[in-house]
């Protein structure tokens, strides 16, 4: 699984910074900050529950369901054939996971006929006494007929998995107009028990029978094949898919709207589709773009062929998380729903690499508990990495774990292990450790062992535990079978403790007898790493790798001139270290560095960053020179993001001519945009045209990048100009500009644009909107357009399905009050005063109401902490 990128939780401080310190347009980095959980404190200490293995008395082999749906009442009438058997022990009862529902009969079949057995239904399980013992040479087959009443129950749920119904019904009453009616399951982690009687737990797989009634004209889909189609007078029909590999219960899945199924190349004969609604029917492979290539290069570097009949990918309203890799039928959320165009900005391409390696590792080998989570979710988020590596080469891919190791090093949880027995709740699990962290560690695994025995390695964890759970040891042993070495050192300091090393490195030359001599220094807590790395020396152009392996606290190498030319070191050069390098190198050695790095993103990423604010420096100003010049896209808008904080006009001056030719000229988009926002934000007058020239760029964000440095200039002629564009339903990052102008502007007849566009908006969005109608909120003049503002966020709040979001759309209402408590201590009439302190209320009253209304226990509580921080 893949989360969204906003939390369920955010940490208000975070968000009312950004808002704070951005006093224009300018930025959108206000709505990209990812945002961290706040701790909340546990009632009863979960952490000390040892979280064991869920215990097998039963295995599951098959299960049979009949479903049709109550579109009015969001339930669901089942009934289900469930054939099972003793594990080992003799039994005579059998305990189902069946929340939320109301069972009514339950029977078991004998030789002749079936008989009714005795059951109690409490706690949200099934509990049912069987007619005699059973061994494990018996199987057994258990029919229940029940009603499924997913919204009838109490949601948990994660910032990964906002909510857990399990089944979700999406505008089965057309309440929103314009919206798609969709039913849609999500069964991670053990949610598909709400419409499913089960044992859900990632230890059981069954093969699946699943038959849908639904309308005719409504569209299934379903893991496994679509087996046949039964059509029935009344206009309806029944589809019957059939899953006949047995998969873990939180993979199954089932989808019922109006899609159009995109077909794509077949891989190896088996069909690759895309279900999308049918708008985005033209666009399907680009959002999907390179799937059935994907498909054969995952099956080569794993050695095992895609092991399912099929692969299909949806796109569903309101999803509650990024997206699900449900065994051979992916779902994902609309925020997939992109045009070409929009595509060319931004693609989603790692989602789809994600779940699709997904489809080997937690589909065809399953993590065996929640505990061992990261044998999912670190190989998933590898598997962005080595398609990236594959595709684009390694700078695409070294830029993405440069992403993921700094993801998880600015994350709340660096000490937790990655395989933990103690957590609060299965859906902490679900953070920055097993995913960012997990597929960091797998980087330096590879790196170590080599790529033929990271391969074989895959190859035979995932044959040996084929359609089985396996635990973290699992994955160790398949290693050692494979390099012969033993790799207890690896996982105990990477698998089972928590924290990364932390490294300080020490260069001092001495000229007088020509010698560098390096000093590292472990730094962090709790013991010593040990660190084997490659590292480069280099002598002006020639650069030799050589080995360090550091394993003691402190380690000094001496490194002699060679001809009279100093040594250069760039420690860890395949960024194997999962942790933080700190070296105290002077600006000509991060030159040097730079220099030598042509084929190394991150190296040249480090040697830009290096530079922070001394622009005087010769050697500096050559790495920005040649930053500037530089063949990838990334070292150019590093570059761009820290010119763009020159305020000084003789630094300016220096790379002003180079930054208007990339605004003007430059391939790529993202820098293109990078260069229009330095030119804003050093009111190049003189660029002016071209800034115009940029509104009609192909590229939503170079359009939108134009427009925000146009703001910079000319507020009303902006301001104008974006009124225009939202008539011409602007997109990407355009449209979140146009709508930042409008709530900076904050004119008094706007309010009413921002309640038109709410039916229309979602997911992330609808938090952009939400940020922008913060900032009218924030300046608007007439009272009048507050309170009908205020009103417009009500209701905002209200409508919001997700708790994610809502979450943070509520957030932003508080955060308006905290900006009129900072314009009241600056007020200068008391009528100013009067005015504030009114809406400080008034938006106080409006908070109070989203509390008393939130039904999710975890979006009140962060509601309750945000009231108590600005209001009490
Ligand atoms: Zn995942």
Redo the contacts with the bound molecule.
Sequence with gaps: ??GNSIGRQVIFFVLLAGIISSCGPSRRAKKRVELDAITVSAKNNPLDIYRETSTKSWELVNSHVALSFNYKDKTAEGREWITMHPYFYVTDSVVLDAKTMKIDSVKIKAVTESKTLAYSYHDDQLHIKLDKKYTNGDTIKLYIKYTAMPYSGKAGGSSAIAEDKGLYFINTDNAVPNKPVQVWTQGETESNSRWLPTIDKPNQRTTTRLELTVADSFTTLSNGYLDHQVKSVNGMRTDIWIMDKPIQVYAIMFTIGKFSIVPDKDWNGKPVNYYVEPAYAPYAKTMFKHTPDMIGYFSEVTGVSYPWNKYSQVVVRDYVSGAM?NTSATLLGEFLNQNDRENKDEDFEDVVS??LF?QWF?DYVTAESWSNLTL??SF??YGEQLWRRHHYGNASADLLLWKDLHTYLSSAQVNQPLVRFHYRDREDMFDRVS?QKGGAILHYLHGLMGDEAFSKSMQLYLQKHALHPAEATQWRLAIEEVTGQDWNWFFNQWYYKGGHPKLDIKYRYDDDIKQLTVTVAQTQDGGNYKLPMKTAVCYGTDKELIDWNITDKNTTFFYPYKDGKRPVVIPDVRHWVVGEINEDKAPVDWLATFKNSSDDIIDKIKSLISIDKKYDDTANRAIIDLALQDKDYAIKTTALSMLDKITASQHQNKWMSTVEYLAENDGNNKVRAGALEVLGDWKVSKAKDKIYAALNDSSYLVAGAALGALNEFDKDTTYKLSKAMLANDPKGELEATVWDIIGERAKDDDAPLFEKRVPYYYGNKKIQLASSLADYLANVISSKSFDRGLDVFRAMVKGEPINSYRSSIGTYLITVAVRYKDKKKKARTNADVATYESRIDAVKTATEEMIKNEADEGTKSTFRNYYKIVFE
Aim: hydrophobic share 15%; no cysteine.
């Design positions: 699984m893949k890799e994600h779940e997904h937690g999912n979710e998933a988020t995913y």
